[in-house]
């Protein structure tokens, strides 16, 4: 052998195994919407799935397989124009939106705008390495299961006795150059208290406490889609900017360009699937707690709502409600609800929902029956990647035992669906981010599979949404889940925070983390108001600070200013263990605490005409209804670290107040405190106090008054708030006026949707449109033809119109001294004002 020979040789030896940088472009093919490029060792393919938005795809095999995730929904390709052009160094595409540059050399892609401006960069050098890793199967000792008892219930499990490799997959590191000043947003719902992503390192996997979206926005107007089911690290730190994908079959991710957000996330909508119209009843107010414990207590906490006037449109049934011993059995304990046909009959006579806590552990004789066909992926999880094992859970399991016996709503929980750390092991590594990584990301592997840690929630939602689709028409799907991935939204969802603990650290931790889930694509999120856990346990994630609970006074602000922040959320919820939370466990009529709880709720349903509507933009204009002020302000980068301000639909900026004023956790009274905090107004528009109706100059931070009974809440001039009566329940008062409060100092325009409340008719065009636009110059308000029809529509509504001034149209309560009355029928009015 030559002395290069073995030269070569003991290179190769060094290098086996270590990751390999993809080498030049060899050969380059046009086909319809795309261009492959064969690379020395693999494939690279850029294609146009429409002129804003591209898929890249590479991968070290000889053909690409894609990552199995069914995140995007099936498509019918459109053809789009693009130029194309290969020279010694570059190819360029040319859609009608951007410009792409591939390096002949590197394979590193450059995005552009059509003015030439850089939108982001791959890595120049280095954009992609790939590591080969074995996918193992894992063998357990099923003979030897053991029930552990955790504070997340009963878990089953198995030792693992072995492992077989059955193929192997890549580590893929996805290298990007990003901007000075951009700010990055997204990555899902996470503990870190980030808002802007730049100079972060995030952690992608699931857990009570994580739902991770592969989906980052940027502040220069693009977003990344990453179609990857495994473990991921985002980096951009001291060790570079990069994706790290732990499990891949390739490289296969969406660069979608806005510029503004709201057009990004209606590519990501594109591509992974729309929301759906959630029914009205959910944007009231759903009181739950951990854990009602018989029919009995339901039926009075709901009389007991209605005899107070307390407005509420769901009650939910928490976990136990199954036969001992059996933890997740889809049955209800005939013990204790012999009859639960007339408990859930008894909670529609009082005009309210009920919503049920299913899991996906199957035990008794539903782990048996589904073990023998073949049907458990981990110990007691139901394998709901397999269409038939969706199936059965819900045919045999869920409608047959729950459905049928009149159930609303679905409460998903531990739909991670295993944990490594929820435990007292969890306490040895408290702080350590990537210790808990590892802990928690290998029973998901061992469990899912390598390659789809991150998708059981979406296989499990769908199985759900699509059959009882399957079975009924007439009432809309709606599923709270505690694990989130992208694609989830498409499925009838809301995702909530997880079992969080009561400490205004956490709470503060909340808002940032809500805004980047949401602004993934994924539009519906929600906390426990007041915590999961309130007192202070052995285990690290049951720290709470306030062991007197409701007879705490600490406890009760803490609260109160949950609920005022949760009541600008998509949903308005109340739970927890260890004390109860109906509105009159913190206090009397006439106490501050009670008084404003009351009034946030009384608040939630004057606005539902309001809330509704943006539901439908939500639904039918990909719109997202909480929002970080990002959105709305992407060119004020003043905005792009603040993590407790945030819009409400497009009128109304809310600002939670995240620290005590009234009592220290000691439950000591702060004097000399001022009930304040400060609060900065987005520039390029005027904002009105909703409180008192001051006017404000845009672009400035201003001291704003926090009292107990609210939050500062500003609305943009040039906005119109539709609002109505309190209402008991969402559907009491159908033909109830509208308030049509109007803010001037801009132009502006709203549009006011109807439907019948909770059906899927509207899928066949059974809806209403109301346009309102506001002309600020002449003072008129044109309320336009009414667009559309349903059964049952109110065809005459009294229209009470409001020009907001100081100290006239402002708060919660009804406006007494109106500007004018209009009788609406459906045909156009132009009403000055």
């Given at each position: 052998m030559t002395h290069l020979k073995k030269l070569l040789f003991v290179l190769l030896v060094l290098f086996q195994g270590m990751p390999m940088i993809h080498a030049q472009v060899l050969k380059t093919t046009r086909l319809q919407n795309k261009i492959l490029c064969q690379l020395a060792n693999g494939q690279l393919a850029v294609e146009f799935i429409n002129p804003e938005v591209i898929r890249v795809q590479c991968t070290n095999e000889s053909d690409f397989v894609g990552n199995g995730t069914d995140m995007c929904v099936s498509r019918t390709p459109e053809e789009v124009a693009f130029t194309f052009s290969d020279n010694e160094k570059t190819i360029v595409l040319q859609s009608e939106k951007l410009n792409v540059e591939i390096n002949k050399l590197t394979t590193s892609i450059c995005y552009f705008d059509k003015s030439?401006?850089?939108?982001?960069?791959?890595?120049?050098?280095?954009?992609?390495?790939?590591?080969?890793?074995?996918?193992?199967?894992?063998?357990?000792?099923?003979?030897?299961?053991?029930?552990?008892?955790?504070?997340?219930?009963?878990?089953?499990?198995?030792?693992?006795?072995?492992?077989?490799?059955v193929g192997h997959?890549?580590?893929?590191?996805?290298?990007?150059?990003?901007?000075?000043?951009?700010?990055?947003?997204?990555?899902?719902?996470?503990?870190?208290?980030?808002?802007?992503?730049?100079?972060?390192?995030?952690?992608?996997?699931?857990?009570n406490?994580?739902?991770?979206?592969?989906?980052?926005?940027?502040?220069?107007?693009?977003?990344?889609?990453?179609?990857?089911?495994?473990?991921?690290?985002?980096?951009?730190?001291f060790e570079g900017s990069f994706f790290l994908?732990?499990?891949?079959?390739?490289?296969?991710?969406?660069?979608?360009?806005?510029?503004?957000?709201?057009?990004?996330?209606?590519?990501y909508r594109t591509l992974t699937g729309k929301v759906?119209?959630?029914?009205?009843?959910?944007?009231?107010?759903?009181?739950?707690?951990?854990?009602?414990?018989?029919?009995?207590?339901?039926?009075?906490?709901?009389?007991?709502?209605?005899?107070?006037?307390?407005?509420?449109?769901?009650?939910?049934?928490?976990?136990?409600?199954?036969?001992?011993?059996?933890?997740?059995?889809?049955?209800?304990?005939?013990?204790?609800?012999?009859?639960?046909?007339?408990?859930?009959?008894?909670?529609?006579?009082?005009?309210?929902?009920?919503?049920?806590?299913?899991?996906?552990?199957?035990?008794?004789?539903?782990?048996?029956?589904?073990?023998?066909?073949?049907?458990?992926?981990?110990?007691?999880?139901?394998?709901?990647?397999?269409?038939?094992?969706r199936k059965m859970y819900w045919d045999e399991y869920v409608n047959k035992n729950l459905f049928s016996k009149g159930v609303d709503a679905w409460w998903c929980d531990a739909s991670e669906p295993i944990d490594g750390d929820w435990n007292d092991r969890g306490n040895a590594i408290v702080g350590n981010l990537r210790a808990r990584y590892l802990m928690n990301t290998k029973p998901l592997e061992d469990g899912l599979g390598l390659t789809r840690t991150n998708t059981f929630s979406l296989h499990h939602a769908q199985g759900i949404y699509e059959n009882q689709r399957l079975l009924t028409d007439k009432k809309r799907v709606v599923n709270l889940t505690r694990s989130g991935f992208a694609g989830l939204q498409r499925y009838g969802t809301f995702v909530w925070n997880g079992d969080t603990k009561a400490t205004w650290a956490d709470f503060a931790q909340w808002i940032p983390s809500g805004l980047n889930y949401m602004a993934t694509g994924c539009p519906y999120w929600t906390i426990d108001a007041g915590a999961f856990f309130v007192k202070s346990r052995a285990q690290w994630f049951g720290k709470g600070a306030f062991d007197k609970g409701t007879d705490d006074m600490a406890y009760r602000e803490f609260y109160v200013r949950n609920v005022q922040f949760c009541e600008w959320l998509p949903m308005f919820r109340s739970h927890g263990t260890e004390f109860a939370r109906e509105p009159w466990q913190f206090g009397k009529k006439g106490e501050p605490f009670y008084e404003s709880i009351l009034q946030q709720i009384n608040l939630r349903y004057r606005l539902l005409p309001y809330t509704y509507s943006v539901a439908a933009m939500v639904a039918f204009q990909d719109y997202t209804m909480t929002r970080m002020l990002a959105f709305d302000f992407m060119d004020d980068a003043n905005v792009y670290n603040i993590k407790d301000q945030f819009m409400f639909g497009p009128a109304i900026m809310a600002c939670p107040v995240t620290k005590p004023i009234y009592y220290d956790v000691n439950s000591k009274e702060l004097k000399g405190v001022n009930k304040t905090r400060s609060v900065y107004l987005p520039k390029n528009t005027n904002w009105i106090d909703f409180w008192t109706g001051k006017k404000y100059q845009g672009g400035i931070t201003i001291t704003a008054d926090a009292p107990i009974e609210h939050i500062p809440v500003f609305v943009r001039a040039g906005a119109i708030v539709p609002m109505s009566p309190v209402q008991q329940y969402a559907s009491e008062m159908p033909g109830a006026p509208y308030e049509i409060r109007i803010y001037p100092g801009e132009n502006g325009s709203f549009t006011i949707y109807e439907d019948e409340g909770d059906n899927y008719n509207y899928e066949q065009g059974k809806s209403a449109n109301i346009v309102l636009q506001w002309d600020d110059k002449n003072k008129m308000l044109t309320i336009g033809d009414r667009q559309g029809s349903f059964d049952n529509m109110v065809v005459k509504r009294n229209f009470r119109l409001v020009l907001v001034g100081e100290g006239h149209g402002v708060g919660y309560a009804e406006c007494q001294n109106v500007d004018k009355i209009v009788k609406y029928t459906g045909k156009k009015l132009n009403v000055a004002l």
């Open positions: 030439g401006k850089l939108l982001l960069a791959e890595n120049q050098t280095a954009p992609r390495t790939f590591e080969k890793v074995n996918v193992e199967k894992v063998r357990l000792d099923t003979k030897n299961k053991k029930v552990e008892k955790t504070a997340d219930g009963e878990k089953i499990r198995a030792e693992v006795i072995g492992r077989d490799t997959a890549w580590r893929c590191r996805q290298q990007f150059t990003w901007a000075n000043g951009e700010a990055l947003f997204g990555l899902g719902c996470h503990e870190e208290d980030y808002m802007n992503l730049r100079g972060k390192m995030q952690y992608l996997y699931q857990h406490l994580k739902k991770s979206v592969p989906v980052l926005m940027s502040s220069v107007g693009y977003g990344l889609l990453f179609d990857v089911g495994s473990s991921m690290i985002f980096h951009d730190d994908m732990n499990a891949v079959y390739e490289v296969d991710y969406y660069f979608m360009y806005g510029p503004q957000f709201d057009q990004i996330v209606s590519h759906q119209m959630m029914p009205k009843y959910v944007f009231g107010y759903t009181q739950s707690k951990e854990r009602y414990t018989s029919p009995h207590e339901i039926d009075s906490v709901l009389t007991r709502f209605r005899t107070e006037k307390i407005p509420l449109d769901m009650i939910v049934q928490d976990w136990n409600y199954w036969k001992p011993g059996w933890w997740g059995h889809k049955k209800f304990d005939e013990n204790f609800y012999p009859n639960p046909d007339e408990m859930i009959r008894k909670v529609h006579q009082n005009n309210a929902h009920y919503m049920l806590s299913i899991w996906p552990t199957m035990n008794g004789n539903e782990g048996t029956e589904m073990a023998s066909k073949g049907f458990l992926v981990s110990n007691s999880i139901y394998d709901a990647y397999n269409p038939a094992a």
